[in-house]
């Protein structure tokens, strides 16, 4: 045997012995199910699971995002390359589908898996953003992106960023400062642009920068009827109340009028309708006088509902018919 294959057997075997001393070596393992477990993640898409209704595909897009970044974190462990993904994002949909709990939720498991340091939201409008004279807009986004670094900055209406009919607008400097930061601060910040489907995808042809750095696009459904009476008892369950029976059919009866009118903000108009119906429910209890039962204050009856001028085919509000 040669003197150089000696040479390279000696160092073949230093190699080996060095990755088996540090972890690296090809048979190296780690254990998933307890870096999960470790990790805490599964208590935060529980918690999703619990507080939203429906949204199969977008909570299974979250718990995918949270494999990714759980696999990377145990590659980094047994020395493999480790890229930090960009985890930039679009919620598209209509109002009350549940974009800003998602985006509460998806910091607190970025956090969790040490993708960034706080895991606080940070949510803004245009307003947050763009100032009112040259040179206030910069610094203005700046300061919000400082107190966004470390979690997630979730900004509603994105689109409004941009008026390119405004000649005098200064959206585009905010947009510029935005594009900046989401390049280069990736690890400690994730953005979150939300708004209108239709809307969102007019900004992104008109930004294509924008959109080369959002890598996760979610598009947030309507909610059903049936998924709407779901909600509703979730939050009444929460207060302490009930629909009666026929209440019960009341408001679905409400529900499939109230989806048809402008305006319509899924759970957010379910919250309203709910609120409304407390409100009338009180009045009832109160000019009825006498006394109730624990039963009487917390059941909702069908006139709690009927009273909405959503069934007159009038726009939903508190004022019941008889005042129009």
């Given at each position: ?87 930039h994002m679009s919620f598209t949909g209509n109002p009350g589908t549940g ?22 939201l940070v949510a803004v409008t245009r307003d947050d953003l763009v100032g ?193």
């Amino acid at each position: 045997m040669s003197e150089a294959t000696d040479e390279q057997n000696e160092q073949g075997s230093k190699v080996s012995a060095s990755s088996a001393s540090d972890g690296t070596a090809d048979g190296a393992s780690v254990d998933v199910e307890a870096a999960f477990r470790d990790s805490e993640v599964r208590e935060v898409l529980d918690k999703l699971d619990q507080e939203l209704v429906g949204l199969a595909p977008i909570k299974t897009r979250i718990k995918e995002i949270a494999a990714l970044l759980l696999v990377d974190r145990l590659r980094r462990e047994v020395g493999l390359a480790s890229v930090a993904p960009s985890l930039h994002m679009s919620f598209t949909g209509n109002p009350g589908t549940g974009k800003t709990t998602v985006a509460m939720r998806m910091a607190e498991i970025l956090h969790r898996l040490e993708f960034v340091e706080k895991g606080h939201l940070v949510a803004v409008t245009r307003d947050d953003l763009v100032g009112e004279y040259v040179g206030h807009t910069a610094p203005k986004t700046k300061e919000v992106l400082k107190k966004a670094r470390g979690g997630v900055l979730f900004i509603d209406e994105a689109y409004y960023l941009h008026k390119p009919e405004n000649e005098r607008d200064y959206g585009s400097e905010a947009i510029e400062t935005l594009l900046q930061i989401m390049e280069n601060e990736r690890e400690d910040l994730v953005v979150i642009l939300a708004g209108y489907k239709d809307r969102m995808d007019r900004f992104f042809r008109n930004n294509p920068g924008m959109h080369s750095r959002v890598a996760h696009h979610m598009d947030f459904p309507d909610y059903t009827v049936d998924e709407l009476k779901e909600i509703a008892g979730l939050m009444l369950d929460e207060q302490e109340y009930r629909l009666s029976p026929e209440a019960e059919e009341t408001f679905r009866e409400y529900l499939e009028l109230r989806m048809q009118q402008p305006n319509f903000s899924n759970a957010r108009s379910v919250r309203n309708a709910l609120d409304r119906a407390r409100l009338r429910q009180a009045n009832r209890l109160f000019d009825g006088g006498g006394r109730v039962t624990k039963d009487d204050l917390s059941t909702i009856e069908p006139g709690d509902f009927l009273a909405s001028r959503v069934f007159d085919g009038g726009e939903d509000g508190d004022q019941p018919r008889e005042q129009r």
